[in-house]
């Protein structure tokens, strides 16, 4: 190695050398980020867009009521356990898989979609389909229990 080279090492090692040992006083706070407020994001209803404009290809109209807490983990009629989390529902005949559209009639909140995996409900004839407790929230209806709804089948 020429002295050319020997000086260019030293010069660039002596450089790293000052780079790497600045250090930062403890009491010097951490650089922070801009803080942004997020955005407020709407309650889900499950529904795609396409879900929100497609006409039914059934109406139905009756009440609707939810699961209790009690059942979770239990199987449902298709074989799924029931997970209060999901939007899924119960309904006497409509085929397993099929999505519908529930809206409450005697209030305005945004209607919630759900996928039928169990039957039911059994508890009266004005009773037209049973949803799951997540469900059951999106339509505000936990207080009350038992709602009247329309169901558009999907």
Known sequence: MNCFHRSLFALLLAGAWSCASETVPADHPAPRAPRVAPKPVPPSTGCSDEELARPARQVLRGSASYYANSLAGNPTASGVPYD????????????FGTRVRVTRTDAEVPPVCVTVNDRGPYAG????????????ER????????????????
Do not use: N, T
Not at 125 to 136: F, G, H, M, T
């Open 125 to 136: 004839r004005q009773r037209i389909i049973d949803l799951s407790r997540r469900a059951a």
């Open 84 to 95: 209060p989390g999901e939007l899924s529902a119960a309904h006497r005949s409509l085929p």
């Open 139 to 154: 339509l505000q209806m936990v207080a009350k229990g038992v709602v009247p709804v329309r169901v558009d089948v999907l």
